[in-house]
Structures are given as structure tokens and as C-alpha cells.
């Protein structure tokens, strides 16, 4: 009984991230240190999301973002916050934000890394209290040190992320990374400030019987995926759409499940973001044991050309994500 009443707190997020960097006899402590500031700025981040209804910072800013997307004063403030704590931090070169036309030089052209952020996903939740993340991709610099980042060095495969993350501010905050060696998720406790490891190893399941969709999309969606939509209701599989991408993914990793954004009409190539948004969770997928597709590509295997690139995404357990892709070629091979 006094077990249960006082658990153990457990590691913390920082103590997890030196014994990593304590396994590779190599590592400079740059990526730790990056990591480290990543988390500082989430918890800034999170105290404004908790205080944001009484602080007045919810609804729109009255501007609109590149995408052409209506600014919540909450995008705008999670984007300072992580270029500030990103740009103090010493270890990035360039940023690119889903916040930023262009991409951001910190000034720390020693930085060796680059890191490429949509620092408040799932806008439309903000001012209905429903969960809401970050998302985050850390690729190595290919330019030289001591010059501003490239246009090249943002441009990367997913396959060369040297680590991704997301945060979910829901019903607690959890900060889910990998840095290559398998998945883990910290939890937050805002009385101590510490994250402290809850999810260690966190593998998905290999199937499961959740299908995540905004099934109001379903009078465009290619017909491979209203075929596969069918099959999800004949099975008789739980639908569930947060309509945040973190927090979808998120249950979907635990429980098993499959998320899909597929091209719709008003969105031909998707909606979501391949250098900020699907490469991300497309590691963290990958190293749970999952997949992600564009519906027939490998996430991962993808070559962006533009910062704000869309791409359609399938991802979650491997057995779904490998039922989708069967419905959309004989779709394909019927079309034929
Ligand atoms: P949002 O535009 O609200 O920021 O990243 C884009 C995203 O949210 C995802 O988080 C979410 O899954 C999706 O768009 C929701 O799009 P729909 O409203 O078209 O379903």
C-alpha cells in the first residue's frame, strides 16, 4: 500500500538524455544540450497554454500564416518561444517553423544542427480546450560551420533526422522522442518542473481497430480510401479524429490504429507538411515498430523541394497502414 501511495518519481528527462549521450563514447553533448532546450521551451510553452484563458491570449492573431492558415495568438507565441529557446540554446544554425514563409537564421552559425518545427499543431483545438502539440525534426547540417544554414541543409530526407519529438498538452503534457534507438515518452509534473520517463520503449501495436479520418472529406477522397473506410466499418473498428495531428497520433501509437490524411479536393496533396509535420512522426512510427506512406511511398523516402511541401499520409500499426496501401492499388489496378 505504501508503494502505491508514493511511487518512486523515476528518471528525469534530463538524467535519461546523459545516460544516452554517456552511450556514445563520441557524442560532444551538442544534441543532448539541444534536447535539453527543446524541453525548456515546452514548459514555457505549456504554463502559457494552461494560463492562456486567463491570460486573453486565446483566439485569432489577425493574421494569416503561410499556408494561408488563420494565426491563433497561441501559434504566434509558440513560435517565439521555441526560436528564443532554440536561438539561446547556441547548438541551431537554421529553424524552419510552419509559422515562417522563409527559413530562420538563430545567428549560431557554429550551430551544427538544423531543426524544423510546427510549434502549435492542431490550432482549431486551441480555444475548446482539447488537446493540442508540438512537432519536431533535428537533422545535422550539410553546409560547413561558420556560415548561415541553407535552403539545402532544410531540405533533407526524413531518413537523415538524427532525432524527432512531438509534445501533447492534454490531460497531462508528454513530451515523445527518438533520436534513432527506439521511442520513448516523458511525462510532465508541474509541481517539480521535471518530465520524468513514463513510456519507456514505447512500441505500437502491430494491428489495431482504430481508424483516424476527417470522414467529412469523404465525397473527394480517392476511392481506394472510401473502399478502405468500408472494410473499417464491416470490421466494426472505433472511429476517433481529435482533428489534432499530435494527439491522434498519439493514441493511435498507445492503442494501435491508423491515422489517414489522403487528398481531398481542397487539399490535392494532403494537407499535412512533410518537412515539419510527417517526417517527425514518421520516425517515431517507424521506430515503434509502425509504418508511414504516402499512401504507396515510404514517408521517409520522400525528397522535399519546398519548405511547406504537403504530402497525403497513411500512418500508425504496420498491419493497417498495409491494408490501406492494398485498397488503394487494387483501386489502382481497377482505374487501370
Ligand atoms: P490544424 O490545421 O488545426 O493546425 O496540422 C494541421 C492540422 O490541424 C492537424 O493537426 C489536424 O490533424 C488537421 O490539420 C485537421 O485538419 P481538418 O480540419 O481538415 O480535419
Known amino acids: 500500500m505504501d508503494d502505491q501511495l508514493a511511487l518512486p518519481v523515476g528518471t528525469t528527462l534530463d538524467r535519461f538524455i546523459m545516460r544516452k549521450q554517456e552511450e556514445f563514447p563520441y557524442a560532444s553533448g551538442e544534441l543532448s544540450q539541444l534536447l535539453r532546450d527543446i524541453a525548456l521551451a515546452t514548459k514555457i510553452v505549456n504554463r502559457e497554454i494552461n494560463r492562456a484563458g486567463l491570460l486573453g491570449v486565446t483566439g485569432t492573431f489577425g493574421q494569416q500564416n503561410v499556408q494561408g492558415e488563420e494565426q491563433q495568438k497561441l501559434d504566434v507565441i509558440a513560435n517565439i518561444r521555441f526560436i528564443r529557446a532554440l536561438r539561446n540554446g547556441g547548438e541551431v544554425c537554421t529553424i524552419i517553423s510552419e509559422e515562417e514563409e522563409g527559413i530562420i537564421q538563430t545567428g549560431n552559425t557554429k550551430g551544427k544542427y538544423i531543426v524544423a518545427m510546427d510549434p502549435l499543431d492542431g490550432s482549431s483545438n486551441i480555444d475548446v480546450n482539447v488537446a493540442i502539440g508540438t512537432i519536431f525534426s533535428i537533422y545535422r547540417r550539410l553546409s560547413d560551420n561558420g556560415v548561415e544554414g541553407t535552403l539545402e541543409d532544410c531540405l533533407q530526407d526524413g531518413t537523415k533526422q538524427v532525432a524527432a519529438g512531438y509534445i501533447i498538452y492534454g490531460s497531462s503534457t508528454m513530451l515523445v522522442y527518438t533520436t534513432g534507438c527506439g521511442v520513448n515518452g516523458f511525462t510532465y509534473e508541474p509541481s517539480l518542473g521535471e518530465f520524468f520517463l513514463s513510456h519507456p520503449n514505447i512500441k505500437t501495436p502491430k494491428d489495431g481497430k482504430i481508424y483516424s479520418c476527417n470522414e467529412g472529406n469523404v465525397n473527394s477522397f480517392p476511392d481506394g480510401i ?95 497502414v498495409d491494408k490501406v496501401e492494398e485498397f488503394l492499388t487494387a483501386e489502382m489496378v481497377t482505374a487501370l
Not at 489517414?260 to 517515431?284: D, F, H, Q
Open 226 to 320: 472510401n473502399a478502405y473506410l468500408s472494410y473499417c466499418k464491416e470490421q466494426r473498428y472505433s472511429a476517433r479524429y481529435i482533428g489534432s495531428l499530435v494527439a491522434d497520433f498519439h493514441r493511435n501509437l498507445l492503442k494501435g490504429g491508423v491515422y489517414l490524411y489522403p487528398p481531398t479536393a481542397k487539399s490535392p496533396n494532403g494537407k499535412l507538411r512533410l518537412v515539419y509535420e510527417c517526417n517527425a512522426l514518421a520516425m517515431i512510427i517507424e521506430q515503434a515498430g509502425g509504418k508511414a506512406t504516402d499512401g504507396s511511398e515510404r514517408i521517409l523516402d520522400k525528397t522535399p523541394t519546398e519548405l511547406h511541401q504537403r504530402c497525403p499520409l497513411v500512418i500508425g500499426s504496420p498491419d493497417m
